[in-house]
């Protein structure tokens, strides 16, 4: 059983910066890759950015290209997500999600264990 749990959500005026991290419970070897996906209110979930655990290789979704960052530390099992010059329509719930094959995938049904999801809401 794998645990992926997310914080650092919050409310953030446009333009700002949050930083979301993401534990995992077990720890995690180079099979592995962790994505960040969101879900804005009226919306299908959507692939955010993905990380290949062993090297560190990153895949982003066009719209948070060159604002966000995916990052992964060994020591704390855990992934990050910083965001920068947030805009209204990056509001959405946010989840990390891990996909067992150790390639970055796009699509929801690679990923076998998802967190609860951390809320972002951005102000204009």
């Known amino acids: 059983q794998v645990t992926l749990v997310e914080s650092g959500g919050g409310l953030v005026q446009a333009g700002g910066s949050l930083r979301l991290s993401c534990a995992i419970s077990?720890?995690?070897?180079?099979?592995?890759?962790l994505g960040w996906f969101r879900q804005a209110p009226g919306k299908e979930r959507e692939f955010v950015a993905g990380?290949?655990?062993?090297?560190?290789?990153?895949d982003y979704a066009d719209s948070v290209k060159g604002r966000f960052t995916i990052s992964r530390e060994y020591a704390a099992n855990t992934v990050y997500l910083q965001m920068n010059t947030l805009k209204v329509e990056d509001t959405a719930v946010y989840y990390c999600?891990?996909?067992?094959?150790?390639?970055?995938?796009?699509?929801?049904?690679?990923?076998?264990?998802w967190g609860q999801g951390t809320q972002v809401s951005v102000s204009s």
């Open positions: 999600a891990r996909d067992p094959s150790g390639w970055i995938h796009r699509g929801e049904a690679s990923y076998d264990y």
């Open positions: 077990t720890r995690t070897y180079g099979q592995s890759s």
């Open positions: 990380i290949r655990w062993r090297d560190g290789t990153t």
